[in-house]
Each structure stands twice: as C-alpha cells, then as structure tokens.
C-alpha cells in the first residue's frame, strides 16, 4: 500500500469500490440494490452505452459554455442531485455535507423526505444553494401537508413528488439483512412527530424499510392529489417517476411544473425499461410545456450528452454521491461531482458543441448490433475498474 500518495479515483465506479470497502454492509446493500432479479439495474447502464456519437468536426470549441437554468435555477452545468433517503449511514455529516457539496458546485440538492438531518438543519447549512425537496405522500395527509410547508418556509425552491412508490420494490439484500435504520440515526424530518413510527424503521422479520412504507405511505396516492398538493404550495411541482408517454401528457395538464423521468434507480419495478429509452416519448408527450429531467444510471459526462441529445432538460445523480460521500464527506461529493462535470465539458467539446444548444438529436444513434463484450455486473459494481482501484491501494 503506497504511503505517500493517496489514491484518487478517476470516475464514479471507482468511487462505489472505495465506497463499498467503506461501509458497513447493510448499509452498501442498501444504497447500491435493485429490485428482485435486477434486470432494470443492468440495463440502465447498458442501455445509455447503446447510444453512439456522431460528431462533428473543424467547430471551434475554444470558448465553451455549459451553464444552464433549470426552473429560473441557473445551474453550473445540467446536473442535479437526485434525493437519496438515510444519507448519514454513508456519513455522519449526511445530508448537510451533500448539501454544501451541492452549493460549492451551484447544483441543485434534492432532500428526500427520509433524510436523517433536518429540512431546516440543511437550508440553515447551506443558505446560498439551490434545493428541491422531494416528498413522499403520508396516508395522514396533515403530515405530508406540513412537510410541504415546512420546506417552502425553509427556502427550498421546488417540490419533488416521486410517483413510482405506492408500494416499496423488493430488495432482496435488504430482506436478508434485516434492514433498518441504524439504531443511533432517526428520520430527522419527523423528530417532533407523536407517532414514533414516523421517526424509525421498524425491527421486522425482513426489510424495516418496507414495513414503514407499507404502514405509513398511502397507496391511494393518484392525480386528484396532485391538483390537492398544488392548493398546499405555491412552489412549482415537480413528479419523479415517469416513464411512460401518456402519463406525461396527464402530468402536463395536471399542472406539473416539470417531470424527472426515473425508474428509482431499478429499485421499484424490475422489468421497467431503462430511463434513456422512454425519455423520448415522454419529451414527446409534454410537447415541450414543461422541462424533462431523466435519472437512473447516468455515470459519465456522455451519458449527460445523451440524456439532452434526447431532450432532456438535465440529468439527476443517485448513488454516486453516495459513494463521494462514504469515501471524503462534502469533499468526495464535490470531487464526484467535478468527474462529471469535467467529463462532460470534456465529451462535449470532443462532440463538436461548444455550448448546450449545439447539441442535436442526430449527433446521437442507437445501435442495435450492440454486444455485451463485457460482463454488465462489472459496469454496475466496478468490480474490474475497482480490482485495478484495489490493488494500487
Ligand atoms: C439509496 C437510495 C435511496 C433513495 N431514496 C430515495 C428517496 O428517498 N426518494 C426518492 O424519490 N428517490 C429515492 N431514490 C431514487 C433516486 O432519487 C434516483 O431516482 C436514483 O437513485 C437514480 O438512479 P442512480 O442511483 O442510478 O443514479 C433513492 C435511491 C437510492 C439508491
Ligand atoms: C420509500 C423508500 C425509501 C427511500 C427510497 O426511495 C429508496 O430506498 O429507494
């Protein structure tokens, strides 16, 4: 093991190596699993490497530009931080230090509902930085209402309804584990409640995860309720889930300010096509009205590339920043968002565009004679990338 010089990762694989070495298990099982065969967490890597480039040449990319503006956000580059619940597992500073990573960075935060520090205890940490606030829909809707309230009065610019979750997908490794949430770390949002059901995960014969969301979580949630969230706030709704056309154009008329499509990362339903491959029906399906976000699997500067070549507005980044934030606190996720960011510069400048509006649809192409050369579990875990990460260690 080399003293002198620490080892410092190159791209976000090697970040999830480190990260894993890191963590306690049940906490890396948690952050990194799909749901049931996780089909739908290989393809979202595989699926944005069946895009290729078709660059052009002789453009003068001297001067670049990739700032842009995300709901009269301007952001550093199109690149948002997806919500992540229990983030203090990862490290204890949690969700403040992703926080001030994210304002450092002038990208947008989004705080999940199952944060383990504070809606107020993040603003008060990080001021000056743009933040959404990502909810979930309580069965007890005075509970979901103050949620919303208590965000908008703290500053946050945006309300994220994630859609994908009337129930919670089955992780397998969470069920094996036991999961719950470590004994000295609560859902910080709900420290006040009465219900102490609300602050913890319950200790249950399988995933405690799965058992709080079925008990407390309202499986009825439906589009009558997004008209109701939108009499509770005035902040622009965003909804996070949506993968399919039809949905989009319902979302529009309902009066959603944007739309992220995700599938959770391959956490909810397995089988459901990776997000690069319906970003275009749904692009389609807003007709323009109102801006597309797409998550789930974006890895590298090229995946961003793809994601706006297809019409989207900007990405979202999970786990990642997870594996930043096991790995060096605020430090590790600013540096995880730096590969990104200068990954993307980078690609872009190589694609022949030197801003954001240089880049076209016919820039990209699907391949559909695209083999598999490699063994896909090596793309999801890093496992070649981190051997090699391993042993310079
Ligand atoms: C550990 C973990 C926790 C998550 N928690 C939430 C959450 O609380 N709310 C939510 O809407 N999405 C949650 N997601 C989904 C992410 O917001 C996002 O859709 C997904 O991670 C994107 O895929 P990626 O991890 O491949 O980038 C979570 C994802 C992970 C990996
Ligand atoms: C609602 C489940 C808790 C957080 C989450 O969204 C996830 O683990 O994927």
Redesign the pocket.
């Given at each position: 093991m080399s003293r002198d010089k620490p080892f410092e990762p190159v791209n976000v694989y090697e970040y999830e190596t480190l990260a894993r070495q890191k963590l306690p298990k049940m906490a890396y099982d948690?952050?990194?699993s799909g749901s049931d065969d996780q089909y739908t967490l290989e393809d979202?890597i595989l699926a944005f490497r069946r895009f290729r480039f078709k660059p052009r040449v002789l453009v003068d990319i001297s001067v670049q530009d990739i700032a842009t503006n995300i709901l009269g956000i301007p952001c550093s580059f199109p690149f948002v931080i997806?919500?992540?619940?229990?983030q203090k597992m990862a490290h204890p500073d949690g969700e403040v230090a992703v926080a001030k990573a994210a304002a450092a960075s002038k990208v947008i935060m989004?705080l999940?509902?199952?944060s383990t520090c504070s809606i107020e205890e993040v603003a008060r940490a990080a001021p000056e930085g743009p933040k959404w606030f990502?909810l979930?829909v309580y069965r007890d809707r005075e509970v979901t209402k103050k949620l919303v309230e208590r965000a908008e009065k703290a500053g946050y610019c945006a309300i994220?309804v994630?859609v994908d979750?009337p129930k919670l997908g089955r992780r397998e490794a969470d069920v094996h584990n036991k999961f719950e949430l470590p004994q000295h770390l609560t859902f910080a949002n709900f420290i006040d409640s009465a219900n102490e059901d609300r602050q913890r995960t319950k200790k249950v014969d399988g995933s405690g995860l799965a058992a709080y969301i079925a008990s407390l979580f309202d499986p009825s949630l439906s589009w009558k309720d997004i008209s109701w969230l939108k009499t509770v706030t005035k902040l622009p709704i965003l909804l996070?889930?949506v993968l399919n056309g039809k949905d989009a154009e319902l979302a529009t008329r309902c009066g959603a300010a944007g739309i992220?499509v995700?599938?959770?990362?391959?956490?909810q339903l397995d089988g459901s096509p990776a997000t690069i491959d319906c970003l275009e029906a749904v692009v389609n399906g807003v007709q323009g009205k109102i801006p597309v976000l797409v998550?789930?699997?974006?890895?590298r500067g090229t995946d961003i590339i793809k994601a706006l070549a297809l019409g989207a507005q900007a990405v979202?980044?999970?786990?990642?920043i997870?594996w930043g934030l096991a790995v060096a606190g605020e430090e590790g996720v600013r540096r995880v968002i730096e590969l990104y960011r200068n990954e993307f510069e980078l690609d872009l400048g190589l694609l022949g565009c030197p801003s954001l509006a240089d880049i076209r649809r016919d820039m990209i192409v699907k391949v559909d004679w695209f083999i598999n050369s490699f063994k896909a579990s090596d793309a999801l875990h890093g496992h070649s990338r981190g051997q090699e990460a391993h042993s310079r260690l």
């Open positions: 948690y952050y990194a979202n997806a919500p992540a619940a229990m989004t999940s509902s199952l990502q979930y994220v994630t979750t996070k889930g992220i995700s599938n959770h990362g391959a956490r998550d789930s699997g974006v890895r979202c980044v999970g786990r990642p997870l």
